[in-house]
């Protein structure tokens, strides 16, 4: 049996949980959410993540009423320098080699600041400021860097909860084990989407339809087509979250006359455990795979030679597009290296005994027979790699942080290209995020958000924005779809 709504949210990640959410608050009553994933795959990529949200902001003391980790006393020996509208706009056109829509990129920065106050407010997001991740001490104060502060109590888990708890709270229905299978059309309007629920087709009728069904990052079929073959090597390209993202939303909407725009070769890929499992996160260890600390040491590959620029800029500012260069790596893999002036400096999350297997030697010869046993193939170079790096006489830049390894103990990890989510995706109207055809018209009743929105990021990204893309995009589609009903648009 059809049965209408009000709203059909394509995908329960953050972006879709933010969509549904505003819907309602607009005015939609009944508003459902179509789930690809079974209930223990519950918030797509956005369950992996840090938590991070990267605003605009007035510095600590516009920060300080929205967080709920820091006390007065505490507060008087924090930095967090304010970050404008421009700085973010900057990073984002700076990272993306001025290929970014300026308008898109515009509007994601300027209601970024309102739409983490929504989610603070609204959705109840438990904000903190993330000490752990963003802040190192200097002289006694804990001094935030790369533009990002803000992180969420317990990372993308308790995002994930805060979202489920606002959907419930508003009586939003979430249909697990029910993918969307394609659009339902009448003319050039999207009235609906036909999903698949317990082996049967069924249609749905909406009077708007949110795309928030993520990218293509989770198919090898999609991902060779687009990003090329190595992206298709068995074992050397690990997904970092849910293997549900297999471009689904795109096709669907291509198949009805979308616009598919942006950087189609580019993607977010980081350094990742390279014994993780290959095809989809775990949900324990979740984001503690990821391996930042490159900036602090070196990275070498299997022949024991440098190959990128570990400290170009801070770790926000590089670490999306290192996996790629990993990836383009003999057989797809690197090691990261430091001494024992700066382990203590690493990220316990990541680099904790538990979490990841740790190589260490007393020396730097006894390192280099150890990683001989892991893979290195030239323990020649890599000792020439080290010596040189160390007497600066450089082939390849070290920026920033260019400090000596040279204090036992040496510490090393094995890393591999782990892909987050791909750049290519639709064409939007940044005001309200309405899919555009093909022609560059509005498709009628069909909105987008998050990851499968296209031409935001090209080839990098500063860490931090997809989550508060998928809220600022959501809350647009969401507003838009209850005033489309509110203007009698009903599901025909
Ligand atoms: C390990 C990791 C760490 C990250 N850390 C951060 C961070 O700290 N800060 C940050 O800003 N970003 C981070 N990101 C990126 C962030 O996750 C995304 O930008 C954001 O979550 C995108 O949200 P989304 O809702 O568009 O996609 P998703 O959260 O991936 O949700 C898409 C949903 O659509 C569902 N779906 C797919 N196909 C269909 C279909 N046919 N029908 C119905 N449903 C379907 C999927 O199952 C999934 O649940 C991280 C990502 C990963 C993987």
Redesign the pocket.
């Known amino acids: 049996m059809t049965r209408t709504f009000d709203c059909i949210v394509?995908?329960?990640?953050?972006?879709?949980?933010?969509a549904a959410i505003a819907a309602v608050e607009a005015g939609c009553k009944d508003v459902l959410i179509?789930?690809?994933?079974p209930e223990e795959?519950?918030?797509?990529?956005?369950?992996?993540?840090?938590?991070?949200?990267?605003t605009v902001h007035a510095g600590l003391a516009d920060l300080l009423p929205i967080v709920t980790n820091v006390t007065a006393e505490q507060a008087e020996k924090i930095d967090v320098a304010p970050y404008t509208a421009d700085e973010f706009i900057g990073d984002i056109m700076r990272l993306g080699e001025n290929k970014p829509n300026a308008e898109l990129v515009q509007a994601l920065v300027e209601n970024s600041r309102d739409a983490i106050r929504w989610l603070a407010e609204t959705v109840e997001v438990p904000f903190i400021l993330a000490f752990h991740r963003q802040a190192y001490e200097v002289d006694g104060r804990q001094k935030f860097l790369g533009g990002l502060a803000l992180?969420v109590q317990d990372?993308?888990k308790g995002l994930i909860r805060a979202d489920l708890r606002a959907l419930q709270k508003r009586g939003v229905e979430l249909w697990f084990d029910?993918?969307?299978?394609r659009l339902a059309t009448e003319g050039s309007a999207v009235t609906g989407v036909v999903?698949r629920k317990s082996g049967e087709e069924v249609l749905l009728k909406a009077s708007a339809v949110i795309l928030?069904?993520?990218?293509y990052e989770s198919s090898r079929e999609l991902r060779m087509k687009y990003l090329g073959p190595d992206w298709n090597m068995l074992g050397w390209v690990f997904?970092?979250?849910?293997p549900?993202?297999?471009?689904?939303?795109i096709l669907?909407a291509q198949a009805i006359g979308a616009k598919l725009v942006g950087d189609w070769r580019g993607c977010?890929s980081?350094c990742w455990d390279a014994n993780a499992p290959t095809d989809a996160?775990n949900r324990e260890l979740?984001?503690q795979?990821?391996k930042s600390g490159y900036p602090l040491g070196i990275m070498v590959n299997i022949n024991g030679e440098r190959f990128v620029d570990e400290g170009q800029d801070f770790r926000n500012y590089t670490y999306a597009k290192i996996g790629k260069q990993i990836l383009s790596q003999p057989e797809g893999c690197a090691f990261q290296l430091w001494d024992a002036k700066v382990i203590p400096q690493l990220r316990r999350e990541e680099y904790g005994d538990d979490v990841v297997q740790k190589i260490t030697a007393s020396t730097i010869e006894k390192l280099a027979d150890r990683l001989m046993d892991e893979g290195l193939q030239d323990k020649e170079n890599f000792l020439r790699t080290v010596h040189e790096y160390n007497d600066a006489s450089l082939t390849t830049a070290k920026s920033n942080w260019a400090i000596s390894i040279d204090k036992g103990p040496f510490l090393a990890v094995k890393v591999a290209c782990?892909i987050?989510?791909t750049f290519g995706g639709l064409a939007i109207d940044p005001g309200t995020g309405v899919v555009l055809s093909e022609s560059g018209d509005v498709i009628q009743g069909l909105f987008c958000?998050?990851?499968?929105i296209g031409d935001l990021y090209y080839n990098n990204y500063p860490?931090?924005?997809?989550?508060?893309?998928?809220t600022v995009f959501?809350m647009k589609a969401g507003r838009a779809a209850a005033a489309r009903l509110a203007s009698g648009k009903d599901a025909a």
Request: with cysteine; glycine share 32%; net charge neutral.
């Open positions: 394509v995908g329960g990640g953050h972006a879709g949980a933010s179509v789930e690809k994933a795959w519950v918030g797509g990529n956005g369950y992996f993540t840090a938590g991070a949200h990267r992180s990372g993308g029910t993918p969307a299978v999903v928030a069904c993520g990218g997904v970092r979250g849910t549900y993202n297999t471009g689904d939303g669907m977010h980081t996160g979740s984001n795979f990821t782990g987050t989510f958000t998050g990851e499968m860490g931090g924005s997809g989550l508060t893309a998928g959501g």
